[in-house]
Nanobody, 127 residues
Framework: QVQLAESGGGLVQPGGSLRLSCAAS????????IGWFRQAPGKEREGVSC????????YYADFVEGRFTIARDDAKTTVYLQMNSLNPEGTAVYYC????????????????????WGQGTQVTVSS
């Protein structure tokens, strides 16, 4: 059974940084994709970034503009999202999501492509 658990959210001032973590377990094979999504109040869930298990290739949404970095540990059990230069538009619940498909065959920013979800972690960007 696939399990995903996020951590690392909190309150940060505009211009600040946070690192989110997603502890992943239970994928039935080495072929999967893990993504980060966010949902602000009153808005739809949107894709932020994802990483491919096979080769570590990555995807970033346009609004990231080079400020975020997705990475994984050597054991491929934890995926990180380093977020720098945060602005108030970054205030949202951030979710870790997983699918048994590799990134090459999915629409990486589409929440419907992902079968497994964590509980979410709140990120608030405010002074």
């Amino acid at each position: 059974q696939v399990q995903l658990a996020e951590s690392g959210g909190g309150l940060v001032q505009p211009g600040g940084s946070l690192r989110l973590s997603c502890a992943a377990s239970g994928f039935p094979s080495d072929y999967y994709t893990i993504g980060w999504f966010r949902q602000a109040p009153g808005k739809e869930r949107e894709g932020v970034s994802c990483i491919n298990s096979l080769d570590g290739s990555t995807y970033y949404a346009d609004f990231v503009e080079g400020r975020f970095t997705i990475a994984r540990d050597d054991a491929k059990t934890t995926v990180y999202l380093q977020m720098n230069s945060l602005n108030p538009e970054g205030t949202a619940v951030y979710y870790c999501a997983g699918t048994d498909q590799v990134m090459d065959v999915i629409i990486p920013y589409d929440p419907g492509e992902y079968d497994y979800w964590g509980q979410g972690t709140q990120v608030t960007v405010s002074s």
